[in-house]
């Protein structure tokens, strides 16, 4: 488990969540893009690009009932 801090999206209402550990809350990170070469049959390639897991925020929600 990650280190969790809470936030608050909307007036009042606060969430708890950790930094996403696939980006380290950057909100982007290495990932993987198909790229067609019609010449060589294609290929796979890295490139940086908004977390997948996260959705670019850099932190995930925490189910606090599954924390204990
Ligand atoms: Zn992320």
Redesign the pocket.
């Known amino acids: 488990m990650g280190e969790t801090f809470k936030i608050s999206r909307r007036p009042g209402i606060w969430e708890t969540v950790q930094e996403?550990e696939?980006?380290e809350g950057?909100?982007e990170?290495m990932v993987e893009h198909a790229v067609v070469d019609y010449m060589n049959g294609g290929y796979l390639t890295d490139r940086l690009d908004t977390?997948p897991?996260?959705d670019?925020?850099?932190h995930?929600p925490v189910d606090e009932d599954a924390e204990e």
């Open positions: 996403c696939l980006c950057r909100g990170t977390c897991d996260c670019g925020e850099g995930v």
